[in-house]
């Protein structure tokens, strides 16, 4: 009997209109009723984490520089607002479609979005990056946070050669930074810019993560 070696999954990470993939919080959102009273109170902190209402402040949370006495009777309080922003929503036009050049020829009005006040490329120097490649910085530096070994201790053991990623998404960066500038550009009157091709590349996110992460 040929002995092969078998996959298995031992760390992921990332983000969508749920929430964080890590840890199982998006599902948990989609869930949340049928969740235990701690579980939904995990959730509901850490989608006010992403989205900014609250922040550590030494050994206690604030919101807006003013300290919460009570973290939990303020997620309770909050959780209707807190869970309304994220999901399937009316679409945030200032943030995807500004001038309104492909939502109000196409009328849409709803969509699937990441949660609102989250921002991925506010954890390192973004530099014009794409939304999509933002969330991929995310994604995999949430991916090695949870792994739960030291990526030294990886390195020690495996060269580079034996470490691959794919990249299987079906469109390219379609924000302003990406394709998307790149398209309305002539529609707006203006000139695109020479990152707009390279970072609307489907591959881009699967070249970003060789080159710069692992």
Not at 2 to 11: D, E, H, L, N
Not at 31 to 48: C, E, G, N, P, R
Not at 159 to 181: E, K, T, W
């Amino acid at each position: 009997m040929t002995k092969k070696p078998i996959p298995v999954i031992t760390s992921f990470g990332g983000v969508n209109a749920s929430g964080r993939s890590s840890d199982h919080v998006g599902y948990q959102n989609t869930v949340f009723d049928s969740l235990s009273k701690k579980d939904q109170t995990k959730v509901l902190k850490d989608l006010a984490v992403m989205q900014g209402l609250i922040k550590p402040s030494g050994s206690s949370w604030s919101k807006d520089s003013e300290k919460i006495e009570n973290l939990n009777d303020f997620l309770s309080q909050n959780s209707d607002q807190i869970r309304s922003n994220t999901m399937v929503r009316k679409l945030d036009r200032e943030l995807y479609d500004p001038d309104g050049i492909i939502l109000d020829q196409i009328k849409a009005s709803a969509g699937g979005q990441l949660p609102t006040g989250f921002n991925p490329g506010s954890f390192y120097s973004s530099r014009q990056h794409a939304r999509a490649l933002q969330m991929t910085i995310f994604g995999m530096s949430d991916t090695l946070g949870q792994f739960g070994i030291k990526w030294s201790e990886i390195e020690e053991k495996v060269s580079p050669d034996q470490i691959a990623v794919f990249s299987g998404s079906a469109m390219g960066n379609l924000d302003h930074f990406g394709l998307g500038g790149m398209m309305q550009s002539r529609i707006k009157g203006s000139r695109s810019s020479s990152k707009n091709l390279a970072f609307g590349l489907i591959g881009m996110s699967a070249d970003f993560i060789n080159a710069y992460i692992l």
